[in-house]
């Protein structure tokens, strides 16, 4: 099925640094979400961006949906202990009846040393 | 508790038993999904439904069985379980603008 490109696969940063990964696709999307999973836990949404261009801060969150709506991004800024889990993209397409039905992306583990 | 719950948390069974996993919704969403999270696969969309009593297959359906008889739960059965179906599931409910919500999630273990 229609897959989102999501990247880095992983990363291992130190605290205080600054985190982006993105997620890219060759399908149009409506909506892009990114959701953040803890060991042990469901996906909790952290974005969500409904407009081309559109950018979003949650905190030292900030996301943005591409102009192209191929592609998102997702920035953490000075990272802290509790920011390791996995984070996901997710895009709604755009058109036709997808039912609300979102395409995932891989997820990007990410580790933070003290 | 207002949001979504699903139980149980952790389910250990045999091989060709039938297993339901519950899903409850307290926000009054029309449409609901289930999923698996596998190692390597990510998440998997195997049903979803748009109202009560409206259901339709994802990416993954076969060997999972579900109903919707009242809006705010859905549960999910499997009808024989086999080893491949050994994952966690997750229960997902939709806001009114597209984000979906999820459940914390049941770990299946069949052996």
């Known amino acids: 099925g229609q897959q989102l490109n999501q990247s880095p696969q992983s990363m291992f940063i130190q605290e205080g640094e600054d985190v982006s990964m993105n997620c890219t696709s060759s399908?149009?999307?409506?909506?892009w979400l990114w959701y953040k999973q803890d060991p042990g836990e469901g996906p909790v949404l952290l974005i969500a961006?409904?407009?081309?261009?559109e950018l979003t801060s949650n905190g030292r969150l900030t996301a943005q949906f591409g102009i192209t709506r191929k592609d998102s991004f997702l920035n953490i800024s000075a990272s802290i202990p509790s920011d390791v889990g996995i984070y996901f993209c997710?895009?709604?397409?755009?058109?036709?009846?997808?039912?609300?039905?979102?395409?995932f992306g891989q997820g990007t583990i990410l580790t933070v040393h003290p | 508790d207002a949001g979504i719950t699903q139980s149980p948390r952790y389910k250990i069974t045999e091989t060709g038993r039938q297993v339901t996993l519950m899903c409850h919704q307290t926000?009054?969403?029309?449409?609901m999904f289930w999923y698996r999270q596998d190692l390597g696969h990510g998440l998997r969309l195997i049903y979803y439904?748009?109202?009560?009593?409206?259901?339709d297959k994802g990416e993954v359906p076969d060997g999972y069985v579900v109903s919707r008889s009242k809006t705010e739960n859905f549960p999910l059965t499997l009808e024989s379980a086999t080893r491949s179906q050994t994952s966690v599931y997750f229960c997902?409910?939709?806001?009114?603008?597209?984000?979906?919500?999820f459940g914390p999630g049941t770990r299946l273990t069949v052996l």
């Open positions: 997902a409910s939709r806001g009114g603008v597209g984000e979906q919500f």
């Open positions: 399908s149009i999307f409506n909506t």
């Open positions: 961006l409904y407009k081309a261009g």
């Open positions: 997710a895009g709604q397409l755009a058109g036709g009846t997808s039912y609300g039905k979102l395409t």
């Open positions: 926000w009054s969403h029309s449409y």
């Open positions: 439904s748009a109202a009560a009593d409206i259901t």
